[in-house]
């Protein structure tokens, strides 16, 4: 039987039997392309294979043996190091650093004695090697494999038995047992199954870096990330030197944990304390500054939010400006100031910035952004040592946050001694040196911080 051909769109990954000009899913235009299931001599699709059941009581108990890297952030995202046989998938920014963490990793492991298979499929084995030279990576125990195919990587596997491989990228890879295209949807679900039934098989650890769309997703754009164990983004301005390796999903470990790294011309250094990194420049108590401890995954850090509230000079339609912080959570609490306070916002142009380059999405830090914004337009600075966290509601109340304890030890770690938080979680145990001030509502708040 003729085999049916498909229509993809390279964008998304929308199939269909019919042709578009532009894709019904993602809008995307010339993005389909066709593809044919391929199939053996037997006559099945190439990539599945068929396979047996197990009874659950006969399977041996194994204790899983973390490899640490040595990376101290590397180690902590992945839940305590690299499980044996798990897959993890990268995905990043262009220039962001994936290729230099990888690369770092393998240095670190081959000092270990552990055999590592690097594919490159972008660079060649001499520009990984200037790489290598810049981060002090040389070692007998790495083997290069450039602008193969999946053949050639299996071989290299077979021959070498490496304790981990490195695929840089998943979409430069193709196979000549298909006719689709390198980088397509099908041609990346197809490469990756068949590297994770080697790792599984193999018991090798593997690392696939994933290419990011202009939706912000690693190409695939989800199907790689329900394939593989673990999945890592790697983030940061390519301005500053400030990395952060966030877990999207982990089999492993926890997931939303965040590692901190700073990029320097030898590699990644791991930050051990990225509290003391966004505060270290922070001299005097100025209007406009509020602290506030984020929490990421389970780990807080310290932030400082800045605002300023000036005069706008256009009458009636004010700027609102945000850099880190979601611009319609900033206007739906200035509208509670205006509406509880009854102080004119109208009036003013208003900036907000989470300095350090962190970004806050949490409801917990809503009482802080109020802070920042109150003092900058009232042009009073708040206690140097005033930590500020609580959720507003639209009725102005102050609701309270997760994880309220681990917020309150990171900042009292950092020094600080007096905190303003939601009434209801004012009965809280520290030490005797830290002041409690309670607030029930905005209006509390307010009087709170004028005094």
Same mark, same amino acid.
């Given at each position: 039987?003729?085999?049916?051909?498909?229509?993809? @769109?390279?964008? @998304?990954?929308?199939?269909?039997?019919? /042709?578009?000009?532009?894709?019904?899913? @993602?809008?995307?235009?010339?993005?389909?392309?066709?593809?044919?299931?391929?199939?053996?001599?037997?006559?099945?699709?190439?990539?599945?294979?068929?396979?047996?059941?197990?009874?659950?009581?006969?399977?041996?108990?194994?204790?899983?043996?973390?490899?640490?890297?040595?990376?101290?952030?590397?180690?902590?995202?992945?839940?305590?190091? =690299?499980?044996?046989?798990?897959?993890? %998938?990268?995905?990043?920014?262009?220039?962001?650093?994936?290729?230099?963490?990888?690369?770092? #990793?393998?240095?670190?492991?081959?000092?270990?004695?552990?055999?590592?298979?690097?594919?490159?499929?972008?660079?060649?084995?001499?520009?990984?090697?200037?790489?290598?030279?810049?981060?002090?990576? !040389?070692?007998?125990?790495?083997?290069?494999?450039?602008?193969g195919t999946l053949e050639d990587?299996?071989?290299?596997?077979?021959?070498?038995?490496?304790?981990?491989?490195? =695929?840089?990228?998943?979409?430069?890879?193709?196979?000549?047992?298909?006719?689709?295209?390198?980088?397509?949807?099908?041609?990346?679900?197809?490469?990756?199954?068949?590297?994770?039934?080697?790792?599984?098989?193999?018991?090798?650890?593997?690392?696939?870096?994933?290419?990011?769309?202009?939706?912000?997703?690693?190409?695939?754009?989800?199907?790689l990330e329900h394939m593989v164990?673990?999945?890592?983004?790697?983030?940061?301005?390519v301005k500053t030197d400030l990395?952060?390796?966030?877990?999207?999903?982990?089999?492993?470990?926890?997931?939303?944990?965040?590692?901190?790294?700073?990029?320097?011309?030898?590699? %990644?250094?791991?930050?051990?304390?990225?509290?003391?990194?966004?505060?270290?420049?922070?001299?005097?108590?100025?209007?406009?500054?509020?602290?506030?401890?984020? %929490?990421?995954?389970?780990?807080?850090?310290?932030?400082?939010?800045?605002?300023?509230?000036?005069?706008?000079?256009?009458?009636?339609?004010?700027?609102?400006?945000?850099?880190? @912080?979601?611009?319609?959570?900033?206007?739906?609490?200035?509208?509670? =100031?205006?509406?509880?306070?009854?102080?004119? /916002?109208?009036?003013?142009?208003?900036?907000?910035?989470?300095?350090?380059?962190?970004?806050?999405?949490?409801?917990?830090?809503?009482?802080? #952004?109020?802070?920042?914004?109150?003092?900058?337009?009232?042009?009073?600075?708040?206690?140097?040592?005033?930590?500020?966290?609580?959720?507003?509601?639209?009725?102005?109340?102050?609701?309270? #946050?997760?994880?309220?304890?681990?917020?309150?030890?990171?900042?009292?770690?950092?020094?600080?001694?007096?905190?303003?938080?939601?009434?209801?979680?004012? !009965?809280?145990?520290?030490? !005797?040196?830290?002041?409690?001030?309670?607030?029930?509502?905005?209006?509390?708040?307010?009087?709170? =911080?004028?005094?």
């Amino acid at each position: 039987m003729k085999n049916k051909a498909l229509f993809e @769109c390279v964008e @998304c990954g929308y199939q269909s039997p019919k /042709f578009y000009g532009k894709c019904p899913q @993602c809008n995307a235009w010339n993005s389909m392309i066709e593809v044919k299931p391929e199939k053996d001599e037997e006559g099945r699709v190439i990539g599945t294979r068929q396979v047996k059941p197990v009874v659950l009581k006969e399977i041996d108990n194994l204790e899983v043996q973390r490899e640490m890297t040595g990376l101290e952030e590397f180690d902590r995202v992945l839940g305590g190091g =690299i499980v044996p046989g798990s897959v993890v %998938l990268i995905g990043g920014e262009p220039g962001v650093g994936k290729s230099t963490l990888v690369l770092e #990793v393998s240095g670190i492991l081959s000092r270990k004695g552990k055999k590592i298979l690097y594919y490159s499929g972008e660079e060649s084995a001499v520009q990984i090697k200037l790489r290598a030279n810049r981060l002090g990576v !040389d070692s007998e125990s790495i083997y290069l494999l450039t602008m193969g195919t999946l053949e050639d990587l299996k071989s290299s596997v077979e021959q070498l038995r490496p304790d981990f491989l490195i =695929i840089d990228s998943i979409q430069t890879i193709n196979s000549q047992k298909t006719s689709l295209i390198s980088g397509s949807i099908s041609s990346m679900r197809y490469v990756t199954a068949e590297i994770i039934d080697t790792a599984k098989s193999n018991n090798i650890s593997v690392f696939i870096i994933g290419h990011i769309t202009k939706e912000g997703q690693i190409a695939g754009p989800k199907t790689l990330e329900h394939m593989v164990d673990v999945v890592f983004y790697f983030q940061g301005e390519v301005k500053t030197d400030l990395r952060i390796l966030r877990a999207e999903k982990n089999r492993f470990g926890a997931i939303d944990e965040v590692g901190i790294f700073r990029m320097t011309e030898k590699g %990644l250094s791991s930050i051990s304390d990225p509290s003391l990194l966004f505060l270290q420049h922070r001299q005097t108590s100025e209007p406009g500054i509020s602290l506030f401890p984020a %929490l990421n995954g389970m780990r807080a850090i310290m932030i400082e939010i800045q605002a300023l509230a000036t005069e706008s000079p256009f009458a009636g339609n004010p700027r609102r400006i945000t850099v880190g @912080c979601d611009p319609y959570r900033m206007a739906m609490l200035i509208s509670i =100031i205006e509406k509880k306070l009854k102080l004119p /916002f109208y009036k003013s142009d208003v900036f907000l910035n989470v300095t350090g380059g962190m970004a806050v999405r949490e409801t917990a830090a809503d009482l802080s #952004v109020i802070c920042a914004l109150l003092t900058s337009y009232k042009n009073m600075a708040a206690p140097r040592d005033l930590i500020v966290i609580g959720e507003v509601g639209l009725t102005g109340e102050i609701r309270p #946050v997760t994880f309220i304890e681990s917020r309150i030890k990171e900042a009292v770690r950092q020094g600080f001694t007096k905190f303003i938080l939601p009434a209801s979680q004012g !009965d809280i145990r520290v030490n !005797d040196n830290v002041s409690l001030v309670p607030v029930e509502n905005l209006y509390d708040f307010y009087n709170k =911080i004028k005094n």
